[in-house]
């Protein structure tokens, strides 16, 4: 299959890269800084590009039969989030230049404001709020597709992440904002970026989770 993946250069894009080359992918990256990703594959293609606009993204999406985004853009104290919906709505229209309807893009847990009150304490009331400027703007991405109806978008939401390789581990799924274990409250708190990777490819051949978000984490 022909991916284009953008934030390649990030921790769980790189294991994404990675694991679409073992496949037998064919990838083309779409990195700000090319230096970056030191990766050399005869299946690889790696361009500049700009996120933000679409005339900067729709040649390089030209016969791509899926996008892959693990973009991550940091948290901002002084002023709110915007990366994701902007690079998601030039990203969009870029696919409908070059005709690419299929696209699997990372959030996070808990981007739903109400989505945390079953969490543990510490991440409730000390990290949801540190982050929650990140959170709102993946949110406010969420709701963007949400309103796409021409693109097969699939939103995979995992929780806290660690910088592990993929493992073999089962995967629980859950369309929602987490997943929950069998008292309703969150089952675990982080997994491997390798195991995020592996799940998003994972959707390649699959139409189970078309126009849905899916909060993922692992046995």
Sequence with gaps: MRIA?????????QFLVDQAL????????????????????????????????????????????????CLGFPISFFSGVTGYTRSMRAVIEAMRVAEVNRIIAITSWYTDPNSGTQSQYLIRFLLLPLIRSVLSNMWEMEQYLQ????????VVRPPGLKNLPSSA???????????????GYPAGSAM?????ARFMLSLLNSNTWLKKGVAITTK
Aim: charged share 20%; hydrophobic share 40%.
């Design 169 to 183: 581990l089962e995967f629980l799924t859950h369309e929602g904002y987490f997943v929950p274990g069998q008292d």
């Design 22 to 69: 073992q496949q037998g992918h064919v990838v083309t990256a779409l990195v700000r800084n090319p230096n970056k990703l030191t990766v050399r594959h005869d299946n690889l293609k790696v361009v500049e590009a700009d996120i933000f606009s679409v005339d900067g993204l729709k040649s390089h999406l030209k016969g791509a039969d899926v996008v892959v985004s």
């Design 192 to 196: 491997g970026r390798g195991d995020v």
């Design 5 to 13: 993946v953008l934030g390649a250069t990030g921790q769980t894009g």
């Design 147 to 154: 309103q796409v109806d021409d693109i097969n978008w699939t």
